[in-house]
């Protein structure tokens, strides 16, 4: 059974950064795509960030470009996202995911796991 295990949210001034970690159980993440989506109250999942099996990254241009970064730890099963200049509107629970393939990929119908979620909230 394939699990992904978020952790790292929390409580975030406006300004702040933050470290999210996904860690992949039952399936060695080597060979396939990663990524990272968020779902604030009240509107639709959107994709933030991907990562193909050899490290190459793709961000959402309007809400990640510049200030989240996407990297993978594949000797421990992990994807990471770290954030910089949060914003109120970066308030979100955040999703990671593994992909069908070892492509990069953007929208949610290409991933076939999904963790639970981390709520961060940003806010003075």
């Known amino acids: 059974q394939v699990q992904l295990v978020e952790s790292g949210g929390g409580l975030v001034q406006p300004g702040g950064s933050l470290s999210l970690s996904c860690v992949v159980f039952?399936?060695?993440?080597?060979?396939?795509?990663l990524g990272w989506f968020r779902q604030a109250p009240g509107k639709e999942r959107e994709f933030l960030a991907t990562i193909d099996y050899n490290g190459r990254s793709s961000y959402n241009t309007g809400s990640a470009q510049g200030r989240f970064v996407i990297s993978r730890d594949n000797a421990k099963n992990t994807v990471h996202l770290h954030m910089n200049s949060l914003k109120p509107e970066d308030t979100a629970i955040y999703y990671c995911a593994l992909g069908k393939t070892e492509a990069q990929a953007t929208t949610a119908r290409e991933y076939e796991y999904w963790g639970q979620g981390t709520q961060v909230t940003v806010s003075s």
């Open positions: 039952g399936r060695e993440v080597h060979w396939y795509g």
